[in-house]
Each structure stands twice: as structure tokens, then as C-alpha cells.
């Protein structure tokens, strides 16, 4: 009886075993470790199988499958990176120009070394073209003041920058000569009779000569200093409004004196002429 159990008992796990096999029917352990991954489940990477050798063999191929897109022409290239410059300190100027190809422009766009029709500023005392001008002293912005120039005097205020000489000259003088040697070196020349019997109207002249920016620089002479110092000292108190004492400090350097009879006659026109302004 007991070895008949047994054998029912051993033929029945035969069946089993055999349908487990050969129909895979899913119930058992070893059914369900033997089927495969449902797709798109686990790594996305396929590993080789174990004792598949993974170093590149002959000729640099390897039998392990690439790792990552393949395709990189769907992907962008980085970005550069941002370079940031430090902003200029207040009031400094800064090393990059805002207007790249004209180095004449800084930061704010104006010109560094702009163009200007301003006359430009004659020296004062030594520091002027004093070659060939005796008693050359700067009276003021482009104006100068001394005695009749050289040859070599009218060179130098050429090469100075000069354009106007003024000559307050005596009654009956020949210009013909001194305004030569003046218009030959492109000089203007504006000749004024000073005497003090004509001061006034000399003055009011030399004013407007002198106040006329187109003409600047301008060079005032005379022979001996006496009709520039009478000249000056009567424009600073018409023109410019000082008062005796600031206008003869002003015009002694530039001539002013009473010394001398034609000192004395102009003295004496000066002070009739402001007594019937």
C-alpha cells in the first residue's frame, strides 16, 4: 500500500515538472524568474553579460555598446561665459571707449582734442614772442602791446599766431613801409593816427579794433611808448570801465607817463576827453 502512494506521489511531480516546462505556465518560482523584462522597465542601458571582456579589442572597437545620445547635433553648445568689467570709478575716465575705431572720443562721445575757433592766447611778458619786440608785455587775452617790431618782430608774431598789428602812429607818417613788411607776412595792418588833438576819435577806433574777436591776436605799437600808454589808459576807463587809479596801473607798463612834452600834451587831451563823457 505504501509503496503505491509513493509511486502516485512521484508520477504526479513528473507531470507537473513536465508542464511547468514545456507550457510555461507562470505560476511557479522558476516560471517567474524566466520571463523577460517588460519593455521599457529598469536601466535604459543594456550591460553586457557577465564574463563578456569590456576593454576595446583589436583596433580601438569595443564590444561594450556607447553609453548616452549618440546624436549631438540636437543638442545646443554651451554658453560662453559672461565677462564683466568693473564699472569705472566717478569721475575717472575708463579704458574702454564708447565709440570703438575713433580714439578721439572718450566715454561721454566728446572729442578729446575738440576744434575751437577761439583765438588763441598770445604770452605774457618773456614768455611771448619777444624776438624783435621791444617792451612786448601781454595786456590781455590775445592782445599784446610794445613797440614797433623788427624784421625779425614781425617774423615772430607770424610764427606766433598773430593776425592783426594795430600802429598808432604819428601825423604825416609813411606807412607804406611797416604795412609792406606787415602784409607780406599775412599780417593785417590797421594804422591810427594818435594825436591829441584826434585822441578821441583814435580811442573810439582802437575800441572797436580791438574788441572785434575776428582780428585776435592783435599787436599794438607805436614808436616810443607815449600814444599807447595815452591809448590804453583811456580804453581801460571806457572800455572796461576802471576806475583812474586801477587804469594807470594797468597802462604805465604798457607807455603811460607824463614826461615830456608830448607826454604832457596827451595828459592834457586825456583829461578834457573824460570830462566830456
Known amino acids: 500500500m505504501i509503496r503505491h502512494l509513493l509511486l502516485i506521489a512521484f508520477v504526479s511531480g513528473m507531470v507537473v515538472a513536465a508542464g511547468c516546462k514545456h507550457h510555461k505556465c507562470g505560476h511557479c518560482?522558476?516560471?517567474h524568474d524566466a520571463r523577460p523584462l517588460p519593455p521599457g522597465s529598469g536601466n535604459p542601458y543594456l550591460l553586457p553579460p557577465a564574463g563578456v571582456p569590456t576593454t576595446p579589442g583589436p583596433g580601438g572597437s569595443s564590444v561594450v555598446p556607447p553609453v548616452g545620445p549618440m546624436d549631438l547635433r540636437n543638442y545646443p553648445p554651451p554658453a560662453k561665459p559672461e565677462v564683466l568689467f568693473p564699472d569705472p570709478i566717478p569721475g575717472g575716465g575708463s579704458s574702454r571707449s564708447s565709440f570703438p575705431g575713433n580714439p578721439g572720443y572718450g566715454v561721454l562721445g566728446t572729442p578729446v582734442n575738440p576744434q575751437t575757433t577761439e583765438p588763441p592766447v598770445v604770452g605774457k611778458g618773456s614768455d611771448g614772442p619777444t624776438t624783435g619786440l621791444r617792451g612786448y608785455v601781454r595786456v590781455?587775452?590775445?592782445?599784446a602791446?610794445?613797440?614797433q617790431p623788427s624784421l625779425d618782430g614781425f617774423d615772430a608774431l607770424k610764427q606766433a599766431g598773430f593776425r592783426t598789428v594795430?600802429?598808432?602812429h604819428?601825423?604825416?607818417t609813411d606807412l607804406s613801409a611797416v604795412k609792406a613788411v606787415a602784409s607780406k607776412r599775412g599780417l593785417a595792418f590797421v594804422a591810427i593816427e594818435t594825436t591829441p588833438e584826434k585822441l578821441a576819435e583814435a580811442v573810439e577806433q582802437f575800441n572797436a579794433v580791438v574788441a572785434d574777436r575776428a582780428r585776435q591776436p592783435i599787436y599794438v605799437f607805436d614808436d616810443d611808448g607815449v600814444?599807447?600808454?595815452?591809448?590804453w589808459y583811456l580804453h581801460f576807463r571806457t572800455a572796461e570801465a576802471m576806475n583812474d587809479d586801477a587804469a594807470r596801473v594797468r597802462a604805465r607798463p604798457?607807455?603811460?607817463t607824463e614826461q615830456g612834452d608830448e607826454a604832457k600834451a596827451f595828459a592834457l587831451a586825456t583829461q578834457r576827453y573824460l570830462e566830456t563823457r
Open 166 to 168: 594795430i600802429y598808432l
Open 170 to 172: 604819428p601825423a604825416g
Open 254 to 256: 604798457l607807455g603811460l
Open 145 to 147: 602791446s610794445g613797440r
Open 29 to 31: 518560482d522558476a516560471c
Open 140 to 143: 590781455k587775452e590775445s592782445v
Open 227 to 231: 600814444r599807447t600808454g595815452a591809448v
